[in-house]
């Protein structure tokens, strides 16, 4: 059950990379995988301002290191206890998602760089940059407390301390339809889901609004909405920020609720957010908005669901992202093979001459 | 109204497949006038429209509207004083958005778009009483998506949400000749009544002689990307059918003697 429990988890926290998945891909048709770098970079920003290490980007006893150094890191470093706080770090994540996204739109929309190469170029540059910021390949964020911890905190009340001052876990459980399932996963498992529950509601509010209708206009027939005076480029470098804005953001739960965060988490993470968004459309279908919305969450949730009933079936986990891709070209090129197989049945089900 | 003055654009220049679309346009268009603006394939009468539309910057020349200057504005930016009907059905609204959404959208046309809901339900009631207005029982689908419906009924709309905000200038890109003949009659008779009852300056470029001399009040002829022709006031109400296909006959055996004569310098003198 806890696996379970950890699998719903999990799922929220990717809903929210599919709903930037959804926004790029989808509304935009804009193939974006910055993702597989600001995902880490929420992480990573999050991750170290919890733990409340000092930035020291490049040597500061060489010359580009000191120039470097007092640019950046002087300017940041006095902040840290501000942006320390858990939801302050949090927001942090989001808002080094959208920092990298924006980057993403400018050099498409600004310099005419081909979208992918646009993500690619990012992604690349965001790995050297996910280094800089953890200073080392993974840090963990130890006792530190964390959104999670402050929901448990907030729920469970102030966990007790040991002789050594160390805090002692909370392992009370309760039981659910004939399962012990722990009190504090529980928690954290609602904190997402609100959390992503809210996410998608004001998204879901913000594509309704004048500037997000506009937005989605764009992605549906560009040339219209040109006509109608809206400036195409600038909604393009809006939504790819929106977009890895909520990508960071589940990075930064991520990180959070795991306890670290490593350089190579975002790798193959495009892909899943991509069968999540496709899982939906197969569940809800596309016919509105919301429901849409709707199916990039469950379609999240179903998706590490299964992945995790596959593993605990016994499919090592090396092959995971082998069967991801897998299973996406299937859901890419199947509908396109039952559209063709239902027009070609009814003429010969009918009876009628085939065509010479 | 509409101001355009030495205007040249060339399509890739200095390769092989270089386009002399225009080559020095100059027309004056007042307020409240319809011109129909006529030519062969290739003449530059599309693209003289595009360039008023911003589609692309003009290479020399200017173009004004309204007296604004409007030369190096962005394709969005001419939008607050041009409303636009596109030849093709698709080009002029979003397939999978709603009736209500996309009228909703060109309500903003060349307005700042904020946080506010985009259909509320003054909105709403609007786009419903003027959809009616269209005669076409769309009133009652505003929650479809445009991509259900048919060409003629996407023009429409698409006529309706260019004229939502009473543009300076509107521009019909032939955007009759994708329609059959019953539904493009229908496009043309409500064009006509949107333009009269608006008192709108119109460009209308056309490939149908009976539009031309049916509709407007000025028509130019173009040709190798310059204006050959103009016809207006009295001259242009007594413009037949007939009349057109002769000037049309016209500017073709001018083309003809000027090829052959250049034909004759060439073999003469080199």
Redo the contacts between chains.
């Keep these: 059950m806890t696996a379970l429990i950890g699998a719903y988890t999990q799922g929220c926290m990717l809903a929210l990379f599919a709903l930037g998945i959804y926004i790029t891909f989808r509304i935009f048709n804009f193939p974006d995988i910055t993702g597989e770098g600001s995902y880490v970079f929420g992480g990573a920003i999050t991750a170290v301002l919890i733990v409340g290490m000092q930035f020291t980007l490049w040597d500061p006893a060489t010359p580009l290191g000191s120039v470097v150094n007092m640019l950046l890191v002087n300017l940041i470093n006095p902040t840290l206890k501000f942006w320390g706080n858990p939801f302050l770090a949090t927001l942090a994540g989001f808002l080094a998602g959208m920092a990298a996204g924006f980057c993403t739109g400018v050099l498409h929309i600004k310099f005419r760089i081909n979208s992918l190469i646009s993500g690619i170029l990012v992604m690349t540059a965001l790995y050297s940059i996910n280094l800089d910021t953890m200073g080392k390949s993974n840090i963990s964020l130890l006792e530190n407390p964390t959104l999670i911890s402050a929901a448990q905190h907030a729920v469970l009340g102030q966990p007790k301390l040991d002789a050594g001052g160390n805090t002692i876990k909370d392992l009370s459980t309760v039981r659910i339809i004939g399962w012990d399932v722990q009190k504090s996963e529980l928690v954290s498992l609602a904190a997402i889901f609100l959390l992503v529950t809210l996410l998608t509601s004001l998204t879901y509010w ?1 594509f ?7 937005m ?2 764009t992605g ?2 560009d ?10 480029g600038n909604m393009i470098i809006f939504g790819t920020a929106l977009s890895n804005g909520f990508i960071g953001l589940s990075g930064s739960l991520f990180v959070q609720h795991s306890g670290y965060a490593d350089v190579q988490m975002g790798l193959g993470m495009v892909v899943s957010g991509l069968a999540s968004v496709i899982v939906g459309e197969a569940l809800v279908g596309t016919r509105s908005l919301g429901l849409t919305l709707m199916g990039a969450m469950m379609g999240s949730i179903l998706y590490r669901l299964v992945v995790s009933l596959v593993l605990s079936l016994g499919m090592p986990p090396n092959d995971l992202k082998l069967v991801s891709a897998v299973f996406v070209f299937a859901a890419l090129v199947l509908p396109g093979f039952i559209a063709k197989w239902r027009r070609t049945r009814p003429a010969v089900r009918a009876g009628q001459p085939v065509a010479v | 109204m509409l101001k355009v003055s030495h205007v040249h654009k060339t399509f890739n220049p200095h390769t092989p497949n270089e386009v002399r679309a225009l080559q020095g346009v100059n027309l004056d268009l007042g307020p409240g006038k319809f011109l129909i603006v006529l030519g062969g394939n290739g003449s530059g009468k599309s693209t003289m429209l595009n360039a008023v ?1 911003g589609s692309f910057f003009v290479d020399e020349g200017t173009i004004s509207i309204d007296g604004n200057d409007v030369t190096r504005w ?4 001419r ?2 004083l ?1 409303g ?1 009907v ?1 030849q093709n059905p ?8 709603s009736i209500a ?2 009228v ?3 309500a ?4 700042p ?7 509320n339900r003054s909105m709403r009631e609007e786009i419903r009483a003027r959809v009616r207005g269209l005669n076409m029982g769309l009133e009652d689908r505003l929650e479809n998506m445009i991509g259900s419906l048919s060409g003629g009924q996407r023009q429409a709309l698409t006529l309706l ?2 004229t939502w905000v009473k543009p300076k200038l509107l521009l019909l890109d032939e955007h009759t000749a994708a329609l059959d003949p019953k539904t493009a009659d229908k496009v043309i008779h409500l064009t006509e009544n949107v333009i009269s009852q608006g008192k709108l300056t119109a460009l209308m470029v056309t490939h149908s002689m009976q539009q031309a001399v049916n509709l407007g009040d000025r028509i130019i002829m173009m040709h190798k990307g310059n204006i050959v022709r103009d016809f207006q006031g009295a001259e242009k109400k007594r413009l037949r059918v007939e009349d057109l296909l002769e000037q049309f006959e016209d500017i073709r055996r001018m083309e003809q003697l000027d090829e052959s004569a250049s034909e004759m310098l060439q073999e003469n003198y080199i």
């Design positions: 913000f309704r609004t004048n500037i997000g209708t506009a989605r206009a549906d027939n040339q219209m909405i040109r006509a109608l005076g809206v400036n195409t | 539309a962005r394709e969005d930016e939008a607050k041009i636009r596109f698709f080009s002029g609204t979003a397939p999978n958005m959404e996309n909703a959208l060109a903003l046309r060349g307005q778009r904020g946080f506010g809901s985009a259909l949400m260019a």
